[in-house]
């Protein structure tokens, strides 16, 4: 049997969360992917392409495809997310950790709905992007749902989810990192809602890896499990050049990999999403690549809930 409990540096888990560990049959199975083929959040639609790029390379070391989730003829983004939400939400219920490959970041809103459906009870997120997302409809300069994702999962973009008592997300279990361009409304939202903010200042001076184990404290206290939503515009231009809205300074693709390897064996990482590639800018496929290498590093030794 592997042995998949060995130290995790400063990502200790609690006694309660070795208990579950002891408690679970261990098995190494492939990641299983959802592919959000969406494009309808963003003014330019190609991010939509981007999950049918990566699965052409996909191997068993770097996941399975579990199905494809695509607008309707109609074209409708609502009606979209609710049919991600459902899947993500049926394949949570039978694996210990899943992948979703999104288009553009709005995809985030069915996503996380759905995660936090199968988890019953208070999910945690770590968010790295460049941007904020916080926009509400009646802020966005726009009105493009890309922009408002994560007011969405906190309730604060309209009832989207009619008849369900509670958003996905609280604002105490979210946690932001690498945010170099927002507006001021987006801003003030998050600060009133206490929402932890990471800035790419703030990452340059405590370093990457200090702004990764504050967000795991933040989104393991008192969840039932987390998950980490990566817009690829959140990284270095440089290391992912194929994004639908590069912003110049960001995380190196090195020490995102660094942290995905540390936090791999960790059973209370429940599903990894990764948004924005947009293959017609990609450079050389470093984006293709660097998407795959991700997938990779949380991809292995998972472990089987009982049931």
Request: include cysteine; aromatic fraction near 4%.
């Amino acid at each position: 049997m592997d042995n998949v409990v060995g130290p995790l540096g400063r990502y200790k888990l609690s006694v309660g969360t070795w208990a579950m560990v002891m408690d679970m049959s261990v098995r190494r199975c492939v990641l299983k992917i959802i592919a959000a083929a969406s494009g309808l959040g963003a003014p330019d639609p190609r991010c939509g392409r981007g999950p049918e790029a990566v699965l052409d390379q996909l191997t068993p070391q770097v996941g399975q495809l579990h199905g494809i989730v695509a607008p309707d003829e109609a074209q409708k983004l609502m009606p979209f997310l609710a049919r991600l939400a459902q899947q993500t939400d049926d394949l949570l219920r039978q694996e210990a950790r899943i992948a979703v490959l999104s288009g553009d970041h709005s995809c985030a809103i069915g996503t996380w709905r759905g995660v936090a459906r199968a988890l019953s009870g208070p999910l945690g997120l770590i968010w790295i992007d460049a941007h904020m997302d916080a926009h509400t409809p009646a802020s966005s300069p726009s009105g493009c749902w890309h922009g408002m994702p994560v007011a969405a999962l906190l309730g604060q973009a309209g009832d989207l989810w009619p008849g369900e008592n509670s958003p996905p997300i609280a604002p105490q279990h979210l946690c932001l990192i690498g945010v170099r361009s927002f507006e001021a409304a987006e801003q003030q939202l998050l600060k009133t809602l206490g929402v932890r903010v990471i800035t790419m200042d703030e990452v340059h001076r405590i370093g990457f890896e200090a702004a990764m184990a504050e967000a795991h404290k933040i989104v393991t206290k008192g969840t039932r499990g987390y998950g980490i939503s990566i817009d690829l515009d959140g990284l270095d231009p440089g290391d992912a050049p194929g994004v639908g809205s590069p912003v110049v300074g960001g995380v190196r693709a090195d020490d995102l990999l660094l942290e995905l390897k540390r936090l791999q064996p960790e059973p209370r990482l429940r599903a990894i999403e990764i948004a924005e590639y947009n293959p017609v800018l990609d450079v050389e496929q470093r984006t293709l690549q660097l998407v795959l290498q991700i997938l990779k590093q949380i991809n292995g030794v998972t472990h089987e809930l009982e049931h």
